[in-house]
Nanobody
């Protein structure tokens, strides 16, 4: 199984980025997907999740109203559109997948992880 994340980069405050995560080696439509982020010295934290059937979407309070998670089951991909970026959004962003009934909102609920993509927001 591979989760290939991309789309990170350096952007100014107020800018936008779109992260992508393409999955292979699994039946993508069976998996709930999520994005997490991590900064040095801190635990990996929940950003957003989307259920396998598109029916449930949740965001952390820190990104609600600015970020949008979406998925395309035909392309085996999940996306994170990040608008109005702030310096505090700077982190390595990871996509995660899980096919259980556990809510994918904590790192220990994930079955698979992508390798991470760096997002840096300059002030």
């Amino acid at each position: 199984v591979q989760l290939q994340a991309s789309g990170g980069g350096l952007v100014q405050t107020g800018g936008a980025l779109r992260l992508s995560c393409v999955a292979s080696g699994l039946t993508f439509r069976d998996y709930n997907m999520a994005w997490f982020r991590q900064t040095p010295g801190k635990e990996r934290g929940f950003v957003a999740r989307i259920s396998r059937n598109y029916g449930s979407i949740r965001y952390s309070d820190a990104v609600k109203g600015r970020f949008t998670i979406s998925r395309d089951n035909d392309k085996n991909a999940v996306y994170l559109q990040m608008n109005s970026l702030k310096p505090e959004d700077t982190a390595v962003y990871y996509c995660a997948a899980d096919d259980s009934r556990v809510v994918l909102s904590t790192p220990d609920a994930a079955k698979y992880w992508g390798h991470g993509t760096q997002v840096t927001v300059s002030s």
